[in-house]
């Protein structure tokens, strides 16, 4: 019985995993690196995992690519699948980081947000 609760109690506090994505990622030195944009990703998704491996197979490719820009800095995401690319522009990198880490896990799961 107490084995039958264990097991009960891991089943159910266990996400299970919904997916994984790598990203890669090009940005000017001022604004946050990789890590934080991937950090924002998995901060709204519950179960999905960064593939940092580069010889791991995952689920979904991201490609995040950032410039300075007259007005500030522009941004684009390639979600590697039908849903094609995506671009936000604003005058501080950290908003078009966040913005494009939003847009990029809508994309990956649309409950996320």
């Known amino acids: 019985m107490l084995v039958l609760l264990v097991l009960l109690l891991v089943a159910t506090s266990t996400p299970a995993l919904a997916g994984s994505f790598r990203a890669s990622y090009e940005a000017p030195a001022e604004c946050p690196d990789r890590a934080a944009f991937v950090r924002a990703v998995e901060q709204r998704l519950s179960g999905w995992r960064h593939g940092d491996d580069a010889g791991a197979v995952v689920d979904r490719e991201i490609a995040v690519s950032i410039a300075k820009t ?33 847009v990029t896990a809508v994309s990956l799961d649309p409950a996320a947000g």
């Open 70 to 102: 007259g007005a500030g800095y522009a941004g684009t995401v390639l979600l590697g699948d039908a849903q094609g690319k995506r671009e936000v522009d604003g005058t501080q990198c950290e908003s078009v980081v966040r913005a494009l880490s939003l």
